[in-house]
């Protein structure tokens, strides 16, 4: 860059003259960035859209569309303070009888109460000569599905170290100061997780590990269903689609009652479910294209944010980002489709039917709040102000028909899916599971950030033209001065 002369013989001020000359340059520069800024921010709006759109279709639609949405079992135990049951959809509905001989316990064993030779205070750190135990040795853990682990034992070992060794044996293991006792238990219940100590006697009697009345054996659980035995090292058994929890004993001649059923409580909340996320949905996409107009608003350049407080500023983005998808032609398109695949009928055991027939219907144009006009409400819904008083339908429909309304709903959602589908495939514009062109967005960025570039340059390249004419008219004013001075000097000798 040539040297910049400023203003020393015009006494002109050359910097805010050039700058004013440029100004008219630099104002495309920063049309350029806030129409990026804007698009970068239709990008984030979009891709915060598209979420919800796909989470949508990927889970709770996606659930509509297969039997087990609506094959929902539950499990009535008659005494469920001594068993409760889980039912899948594959469990067996009919009433079964449960005998409950044994509940699984986890080995534990309490040690005796631990006292120092020589008076002083127990504590994690405490030697095993402090207890009495001189020489070295080991004992062996054995564990009761036959592994075993042997743990070596010196007159220097503290308690610590044996709670140590104990636990990386796979026990738990504490000790109670406060007690002088060690606690030792099973990792899990069971007999295969049960264990007992052999070995050297003197250190586990040191240790008050050797006293086998403070022990408890773990123990498996053992209930009869059905006339059959089971056994299980845990507490839960799982059995032909049901998971049964068993927590007490039975008598010696009680039974208790498992009645399994279709949960039709478990369907109808599926479904309602169901459109609470469609709902949410489309009121959302309502709401972004319905959007009052941010006609007049443009994103901030620094000098302008220089001048407003940070709530002003806040106030003024959110005036444009509640915008950015106003009266946007892919919201309306996928909105669109949406709406129309629920207005379909389906034919159900030879009849036309629609969501109507379940009692399932929009509010209507003038009855619907603001961006609440293509949301669905059903008839019954007690969570529904909107039509918590009108006959539910759905129930009903659920109880005398499950199987027609599994038939039904699992072709509105399949149609559903297929119309989001061929809304997020794959383009030359758009990637996979998008609805909205996020190819031709970044193009479209990647281009702004080009032009900034290529006009920044342009802009220093006018100031840099404008510096030179300026220097050039600063270098002639001083060779003219120097001129006229030396014709002074010359008329003045005279």
């Keep these: 860059m040539a040297v910049r002369i400023s203003g020393m013989n015009s006494g002109l001020d050359t910097d805010s003259i050039v700058q004013d000359l440029v100004k008219a340059y630099s104002t495309k520069t920063d049309t350029y960035k806030k129409e990026q800024t804007t698009l970068q921010w239709k990008q984030d709006a979009w891709k915060a859209l598209n979420t919800k759109i796909y989470s949508f279709y990927s889970s709770s639609l996606s659930n509509m569309r297969f039997s087990s949405n609506y094959n929902a079992k539950k499990t ?21 009888t449960l005998k409950i001989t044994d509940l699984a316990k986890a080995g534990y064993l309490t040690g005796d109460k631990l006292t120092t030779n020589d008076g002083s205070k127990l504590s994690s750190a405490t030697k095993m000569s402090q207890l009495g135990y001189t020489g070295s040795g080991s004992f062996t853990v054995t564990k009761g599905d036959g592994t075993t682990t042997s743990l070596s034992i010196s007159e220097n070992t503290t308690i610590d170290q044996l709670t140590a060794g104990l636990t990386k044996a796979g026990l738990n293991a ?30 586990l009697d040191a240790l008050g590990l050797n006293n086998v009345n403070n022990k408890v054996a773990g123990s498996n659980a053992k209930i009869t269903l059905n006339g059959v035995d089971y056994e299980s090292n845990s507490n839960a058994f799982t059995i032909n689609g049901m998971t049964i929890t068993v927590k007490g004993k039975t008598g010696t001649d009680e039974e208790l009652s498992l009645s399994t059923d279709t949960d039709y409580d478990k369907i109808y909340d599926n479904i309602r479910n169901f459109f609470k996320e469609y709902n949410t949905l489309v009121n959302e996409m309502d709401s972004m294209y319905n959007a009052a107009s941010s006609k007049g608003y443009d994103p901030l350049t620094d000098d302008e944010k220089s001048s407003m407080t940070d709530s002003q500023i806040e106030a003024w983005e959110k005036k444009i980002k509640d915008a950015l998808l106003r009266r946007d032609d892919t919201v309306e398109s996928v909105t669109s489709s949406m709406r129309m695949a629920m207005l379909q009928t389906y034919t159900v055991g030879g009849k036309t039917m629609s969501l109507s027939n379940f009692g399932i219907n929009t509010m209507g144009y003038f009855n619907a709040a603001d961006n609440e006009k293509n949301a669905y409400h059903i008839d019954g819904d007690a969570n529904d102000s909107n039509t918590a008083g009108n006959q539910d339908k759905l129930k009903a429909a659920i109880a005398s ?29 758009s990637s996979a599971f998008t609805v909205y062109d996020d190819i031709r967005m970044k193009e479209e960025y990647d281009d702004y950030t080009t032009k900034i ?21 600063e270098k002639a004013m001083a060779t003219l001065n120097s001129s006229q001075s030396a014709l002074s000097g010359l008329l003045g000798s005279k």
């Design 174 to 203: 504490n000790f109670d100061s406060s007690n002088g006792r060690i606690y030792v238990s099973a990792k899990t219940t069971g007999t295969a997780a049960d264990f007992s100590f052999s070995g050297d006697t003197a250190a």
């Design 453 to 473: 570039s290529d006009w920044e340059k342009h802009v220093a390249d006018i100031e840099e033209k404008y510096y030179k004419q300026f220097t050039a008219m």
């Design 401 to 429: 028909n499950p199987t027609g309304v599994q038939d039904f709903f699992t072709q509105l959602s399949n149609n559903l899916y297929d119309t989001l589908s061929r809304k997020m495939r794959h383009t030359e514009l």
């Design 76 to 96: 009535t135990v008659s005494d469920e303070t001594k068993a409760s049951v889980i039912a899948s959809d594959g469990a067996v509905s009919g009433i079964q």
